[in-house]
Every structure is written in structure tokens, then in C-alpha cells.
């Protein structure tokens, strides 16, 4: 009897101490899969944008986007919005506009409706980031 309840209450503090580590780690929640995103990035992304220094397309290059401040290529027109945005591209301004590139940047010009699933903006994060250390 008392062995079992022990084993029950220890098996609820794990449950909890588990859920904690989930709700209140979301760097850890967020860590994607670089291969999935990379995949995304081909069928999502690559028709507008390469990850390629200086190659830009509909789109900016992306190359080494990741800790740096939006609307930074020379050669590349951006709109007003995202020039005056001040927009520093991290994990979480990534998933912001991945989720509605309009709302976070409201009169930008990326024409994406933006990416719903939560875990697939995160693997694509997660390939911008590992591209972005070279
Ligand atoms: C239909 C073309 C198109 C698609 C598809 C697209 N983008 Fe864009 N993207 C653009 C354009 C155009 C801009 C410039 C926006 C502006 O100036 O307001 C942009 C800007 C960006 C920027 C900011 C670049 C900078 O230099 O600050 C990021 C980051 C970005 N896109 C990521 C992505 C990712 C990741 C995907 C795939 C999920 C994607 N985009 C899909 C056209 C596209």
C-alpha cells in the first residue's frame, strides 16, 4: 500500500517537474530539427530568397541573417516598413513574421501568408541559425 502510493506521488512530482520544464523553457520548447527546416526552406522560402551571400532574388539573400538587424543588404530594395522596423532577426522576430510576415511588418513586401505549424517554424529557424554560423 505504501510502496505503491510512493510511487504514485513520485511519478505526479515527475509529471509536474516535466510540465514545468516544457511551459517555462521555451528556447529549449523551441530547438527545431536543422534537416526538416532545411527541406522547408527548399518548398517555403527558396523561390524568393537564397541563403547565398549577395544572391538575392523576389527576395533578399538570407545569408547570415540570424542575430543580425533586418533590411541590411546593399544591393537589395526593401520596402519602408522593414527598412524603418529596427527588426533584429532572432528566434523570436523570426516567428513572428514566419507566422504573418503583414503583421508583424505591416506595408512590408514579403508576399507569404506565413507558416501556421509552430514545430516547422521552428525547424526552419533552427536551419537560418545553423546557416548563419559559418
Ligand atoms: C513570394 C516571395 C517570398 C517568399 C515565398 C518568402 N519571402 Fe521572405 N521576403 C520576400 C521579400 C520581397 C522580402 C523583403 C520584404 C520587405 O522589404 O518588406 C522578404 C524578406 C524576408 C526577410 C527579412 C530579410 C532582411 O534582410 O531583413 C526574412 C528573414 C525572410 N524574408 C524570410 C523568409 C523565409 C524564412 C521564408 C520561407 C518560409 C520566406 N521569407 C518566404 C519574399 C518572399
Redesign the pocket.
Known amino acids: 500500500m505504501r510502496h505503491s502510493f510512493y510511487q504514485k506521488s513520485r511519478a505526479v512530482r515527475l509529471a509536474a517537474t516535466l510540465l514545468t520544464v516544457v511551459t517555462i523553457s521555451p528556447a529549449w520548447a523551441q530547438q527545431g530539427d536543422v534537416t526538416k527546416g532545411g527541406e ?2 527548399a518548398t ?2 527558396a ?3 537564397s541563403m547565398k551571400e549577395g544572391k538575392d532574388k ?3 539573400s ?1 545569408f547570415s ?1 540570424f542575430d543580425n ?5 546593399e544591393n ?4 519602408d ?3 524603418n522596423s529596427h ?1 533584429t ?1 532572432n528566434a523570436e522576430s ?1 516567428g513572428a ?2 507566422t504573418n ?1 503583414k503583421k508583424l ?1 505591416p ?6 501568408d506565413g ?1 501556421e505549424s509552430a514545430s516547422e517554424r521552428a525547424d ?1 529557424i533552427a536551419y ?1 541559425a545553423r546557416q548563419s554560423k559559418h
Open positions: 522547408l526552406f517555403h522560402c523561390e524568393c530568397h523576389k527576395g533578399p538570407l541573417i538587424k533586418a533590411a541590411l543588404r537589395y530594395v526593401y520596402s516598413a522593414l527598412r527588426i532577426w523570426l513574421y514566419l510576415p511588418v506595408g512590408g513586401k514579403m508576399k507569404y507558416l526552419l537560418l
